[in-house]
Structures are given as structure tokens and as C-alpha cells.
């Protein structure tokens, strides 16, 4: 965390992060909506990439968790990264800020993202499927805020969307940081069965691993998400 805050590169390449992933998101949503596909096909493409979308990110998550490559490139990202389990606590915020903030760790995203973007100019692409990929890509950044809401919200709305299994409820996420190797989805959570089977067969968790690299660390009274 040191290497994290003693310059304002890493802040700045956040901020980059979350200005691109936004910018290809409405790119992406502007280019898409004129092809209109009928309710029905919308309902398959909105149900697909929430399942999707809770999956891609539930995977990302168990990477970077279980990720000690502190000494590479993009060892302060991880350890920014880990911090969340050090301090689960974010700083309250309106939740479009939450949004642009956390898009900017999402790396990987702006990737997917682009490649989205020019899958049409490469290969025919049925509308119901770049639909998926679309709202993929928007979902992964909201998975972001139920996250965010799961942790740092008791508002009725955010409470009853967790209920009904929109966002992720706060019951459900508790699993991942009192046991480990455990729940990583955080969308809402619906496929954390799947993700749990692929954690525990390629890591063998991350309090004794990853988390033991904060046991000392002091967290300033300013540091949180």
C-alpha cells in the first residue's frame, strides 16, 4: 500500500480506467439501442447477462483475492485490491460517484469492453447476443454498487432489490469475508454454487495467504475505499 500512496500515478490510472470504461459503456449502449429485438428477446438478453455478469466477475474477484504478485507492475492495484478485506467499511458517497470510482478497477473491463465494440465490424453478430454483451458490460460496473449497497446501505430499496435478488444481500456476501474461499460473486450473488466449486479446486484460499499480508499493516485513519 505504501507503493499505492506515495504518488498519484495509480490514482490517476483509476481515474483513466473509469473514464474509458464509462465512455464505451454509452458507446456501446448508443450504438445498440436503434436494433430493437422485441420485449421478450430483451427479457432473455437482461436475465442471460445478469447470470453472466454475477460469473465474469465472481471469477475476476477469486483471481485477484488470491493474487500475492505484490512485486509486479500491478502489485499496488492488488494490494489496493486486498485492502477491502482489511477495511470492508467504503466512504459514503452518491452512488453514481460509487460507480465512476469503482469502474476504475476494473482493468479488465475496458478490454471486454473494446472488444465488444468492434466484434461487429469483424463478425456478424446476432442482436440478442450483442444485447448480452452489452448489459455485461453495465453490469459489471453495478456489480460494483450492490456491492457497495451490500456493504454500506440499509436503505429500504437496496434492502428489498438484495431480498428479491437483484443486487447482492448482505446474509449472502457476509460468507466471504467470515470463511474463506467462499461466495466471491457480487452482483447478486446467484452463482456463487459454481464459483464456490472452481475456488476451492484451483486456490486454497486467501486468509491464510492474501490476508496475511495486512495483519500488521495500520490502516490511516484517511485510507478506505
Same mark, same amino acid.
Given at each position: 500500500?505504501?507503493?499505492?500512496?506515495?504518488? &498519484?500515478?495509480?490514482?490517476?490510472?483509476?481515474?483513466?480506467? &473509469?473514464?474509458?470504461?464509462?465512455?464505451?459503456?454509452?458507446?456501446?449502449?448508443?450504438?445498440?439501442?436503434?436494433?430493437?429485438?422485441?420485449?421478450?428477446?430483451?427479457?432473455?438478453?437482461?436475465?442471460?447477462?445478469?447470470?453472466?455478469?454475477?460469473?465474469?466477475?465472481?471469477?475476476?474477484?477469486?483471481?485477484?483475492?488470491?493474487?500475492?504478485?505484490?512485486?509486479?507492475?500491478?502489485?499496488?492495484?492488488?494490494?489496493?485490491?486486498?485492502?477491502?478485506?482489511?477495511?470492508?467499511?467504503?466512504?459514503?458517497?452518491?452512488?453514481?460517484?460509487?460507480?465512476?470510482?469503482?469502474?476504475?478497477?476494473?482493468?479488465?473491463?475496458?478490454?471486454?469492453?473494446?472488444?465488444?465494440?468492434?466484434?461487429?465490424?469483424?463478425?456478424?453478430?446476432?442482436?440478442?447476443?450483442?444485447?448480452?454483451?452489452?448489459?455485461?458490460?453495465?453490469?459489471?460496473?453495478?456489480?460494483?454498487?450492490?456491492?457497495?449497497?451490500?456493504?454500506?446501505?440499509?436503505?429500504?430499496?437496496?434492502?428489498?432489490?438484495?431480498?428479491?435478488?437483484?443486487?447482492?444481500?448482505?446474509?449472502?456476501?457476509?460468507?466471504?469475508?467470515?470463511?474463506?474461499? &467462499?461466495?466471491?460473486?457480487?452482483?447478486?450473488?446467484?452463482?456463487?454454487?459454481?464459483?464456490?466449486?472452481?475456488?476451492?479446486?484451483?486456490?486454497?484460499?486467501?486468509?491464510?495467504?492474501?490476508?496475511?499480508?495486512?495483519?500488521?499493516?495500520?490502516?490511516?485513519?484517511?485510507?478506505?475505499?
Amino acid at each position: 500500500m505504501e507503493r499505492y500512496n506515495s504518488g &498519484s500515478k495509480y490514482k490517476i490510472f483509476g481515474i483513466a480506467v &473509469s473514464i474509458m470504461n464509462l465512455t464505451l459503456q454509452g458507446w456501446l449502449l448508443y450504438s445498440t439501442w436503434p436494433h430493437r429485438i422485441g420485449a421478450a428477446r430483451q427479457i432473455i438478453a437482461i436475465i442471460s447477462a445478469y447470470l453472466i455478469t454475477d460469473f465474469i466477475n465472481g471469477l475476476v474477484h477469486i483471481y485477484m483475492d488470491n493474487n500475492d504478485r505484490y512485486d509486479s507492475p500491478a502489485g499496488p492495484l492488488i494490494a489496493n485490491f486486498h485492502l477491502h478485506h482489511k477495511i470492508p467499511s467504503y466512504k459514503k458517497n452518491n452512488l453514481l460517484i460509487v460507480y465512476f470510482n469503482e469502474s476504475g478497477s476494473k482493468v479488465w473491463l475496458v478490454g471486454f469492453l473494446a472488444a465488444v465494440a468492434l466484434l461487429p465490424e469483424v463478425v456478424a453478430v446476432d442482436q440478442t447476443i450483442m444485447y448480452i454483451l452489452v448489459y455485461t458490460g453495465i453490469l459489471s460496473s453495478i456489480a460494483e454498487v450492490s456491492h457497495y449497497l451490500c456493504h454500506s446501505s440499509t436503505s429500504p430499496t437496496s434492502m428489498f432489490l438484495a431480498r428479491i435478488g437483484l443486487l447482492l444481500s448482505k446474509r449472502h456476501h457476509a460468507g466471504h469475508h467470515l470463511q474463506d474461499n &467462499s461466495n466471491y460473486a457480487f452482483l447478486n450473488g446467484f452463482t456463487d454454487p459454481l464459483l464456490n466449486l472452481i475456488a476451492g479446486r484451483f486456490y486454497g484460499g486467501y486468509k491464510q495467504n492474501t490476508d496475511l499480508h495486512y495483519s500488521h499493516y495500520t490502516v490511516p485513519d484517511s485510507e478506505s475505499r
